[in-house]
């Protein structure tokens, strides 16, 4: 009897020390929602493949960005008003001062560089890639999208001054269309 309570115990304790290792090695993601005030996480998207890192604090240091993050690449709302809006108003987002605008997806780099590539967003928005999600992860503005096959961001937009978040638009419902679009955004 004496046995079999140390056996358990041992057993107990191993798994314990298992998963405690396998915690430590887990990705740290935001308890809740960045705000305004709040420093850009040091994450690497990508741009056009896996082998071209972008990391958000080089892309957004000591200057102006726009950032905007969809649901998925090539959905209707995205592609027929979302994206559209920022490549429309992107010369006139860079004459107020704007040095880049960045379109994040909870997709592949292929897949966002084939869907920049159909709105000709060269030179106006950049299409950069969240594959595993990490950079919405430390936002903490993911959602759940079993139609899109789980894990995506939410609908959001914001102005970023020197890696610091200045503005933050984050649609109530998380994929509507209204506050983050790019003729609601307020650079100054
Ligand atoms: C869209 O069309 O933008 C969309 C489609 C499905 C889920 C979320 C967004």
Redesign the pocket.
Known sequence: MLRTSVSIIRSVSAFAKQATSRAVHTTFYAMAPVKVGDKLPAVDLFEDSPANKVNVCDLTSGKKVVLFA???AF????????LPGYVQNADKLKAEGVSEIVCVSVNDPYVMAAWGAQHNTKGKVRMLADPSGNFIKALDLGTN?P??GGF?SK?FSMVINDSTIQELNVEPD??G?SCSLADKIKVK
Do not use: A
């Open positions: 969809v649901p998925g959905t209707p709302g995205c592609s027929k008003t979302h999208l139609p899109l995506r609908r998380g994929t269309l």
